[in-house]
């Protein structure tokens, strides 16, 4: 995505993960800022972990993270997106970020998480989509569009 970013990461350790995400984003801060003669930050906001215990939140997060830049509308196909590893998802690509034992527990194969992705209307899909019938009305008062 231009303006953020999203890793789905399993802790297999006892160290906390968000302690190593932290690390690298400031060795790379570092070197960015060593490189191009720069300082601060390189990154906006902070650090958000969430930690994902159960299985249909799982799913509904890797289709989310997915689908994120068809949503957004970056690419008309999801599979046309590079910077996410979703061809190997599906088995189009060989590829060392993904754990195919993770979607191998959920689908029978790439082909069926292809599915699963591709055949999902989104939220912000259903939006664009039905934005198109409803009527915008400008409010006098406040300048606000109402439909």
Request: aromatic fraction near 14%; charge should be positive.
């Amino acid at each position: 995505m231009p303006n953020h970013y999203h890793f789905l990461l399993r802790q297999d350790s006892e160290s906390k993960l968000n302690i190593s995400i932290g690390y690298l984003f400031n060795t790379y801060t570092k070197a960015i800022n060593k490189k191009y003669k720069g300082s601060g930050t390189l990154f906006e906001g902070n650090f958000k972990a969430l930690e994902v215990e159960d299985d249909k939140y799982l799913l509904e997060l890797c289709r989310y993270i997915h689908r994120n830049p068809i949503d957004d509308n970056l690419v008309e196909n999801i599979e046309d997106w590079k910077y996410s590893n979703y061809q190997e998802w599906i088995g189009k690509r060989n590829g060392t970020l993904i754990d195919l034992k993770l979607r191998d527990k959920y689908f029978l194969a790439g082909k069926c998480y292809k599915e699963f992705v591709e055949g999902h209307f989104s939220n912000k899909q259903f939006r664009n989509e039905i934005g198109k019938y409803l009527i915008k009305l400008k409010s006098k008062k406040n300048n606000i569009n109402t439909l």
